[in-house]
């Protein structure tokens, strides 16, 4: 599935994921704004901006996947 792109939060917390790996930043609130940028044209993102943003949110801030 290397590459396939859907529309859909699964496939945007994947990529979301990944992006957030490649990106060294300590400010949490720009470095998701930074991921954003790289998965400017990820469907989900396209399609559904403000949830995206609030799947991006609860990963970092509320189950502190990152830390």
Avoid: G, T
């Amino acid at each position: 599935m290397v590459n396939r792109l859907f529309d859909n939060a699964d496939s945007f917390a994947i990529s979301f994921d990944e992006e957030w790996s490649n990106i060294d930043c300590d400010d949490l609130r720009l470095k998701i704004n930074k991921v954003f940028q790289r998965l400017s044209e990820h469907p989900f993102l396209v399609s559904n901006p403000e949830n995206a943003r609030k799947i991006a949110e609860f990963r970092i801030f509320s189950l502190k996947k990152f830390q």
